[in-house]
């Protein structure tokens, strides 16, 4: 499933080897949802997934990451761009390549969970539940602090 994607200087990759955990790791334990995280789970995440890194000039800016059987669901997790790229419509790039791969196609159910980026999310067909009473979930917030 290594596919490569390229836009002017930029590129998306799911090559795994290509990934630069540091950068990840740095993002993600800084951010909202995953404060403290270890890098241990980070990597422990990224080899149980299909992985879209972002880069400009073999540099990674962003990530995404989708978890899924690969049939019916797929959950789309730690979606990022590095705060110096935003604005250049490259998590709009990120999003069309992720829901256009292959792989991903005729898949019953996506999942995500969100605190800020709503509008990027319903451009791509993402809605609040339906009917939420029939969601539920464990969440374990501030599990790595």
């Not at 962003?62 to 990022?80: E, K, N, Q, T």
């Not at 761009?81 to 829901?99: D, N, V």
């Not at 709503?118 to 464990?138: A, D, N, V, W």
Request: proline share 3%.
């Amino acid at each position: 499933m290594i596919r490569n994607f390229t836009n002017e200087d930029f590129m998306i990759s799911t090559d795994k080897q290509k990934l630069q955990i540091d950068v990840i790791h740095n993002f993600l334990t800084n951010c909202y949802w995953s404060k403290g995280i270890p890098v241990s789970k980070v990597q422990k995440a990224i080899d149980n997934s299909l992985c879209f890194g972002i880069y400009h000039q073999n540099t990674q800016i962003g990530f995404a990451r989708i978890v899924s059987d690969f049939s019916s669901f797929a959950y789309l997790a730690d979606v990022f761009i590095l705060e110096e790229y935003r604005g250049k419509g490259l998590s709009k790039w990120l999003m069309q390549t992720i829901m256009d791969f292959p792989e991903l196609q005729g898949l019953r159910t996506w999942i995500l969970k969100t605190k800020d980026a709503h509008g990027l999310y319903k451009q791509f067909g993402f809605t609040s539940p339906k009917i939420p009473e029939r969601i539920m979930e464990i969440s374990r917030n501030n599990m790595y602090e």
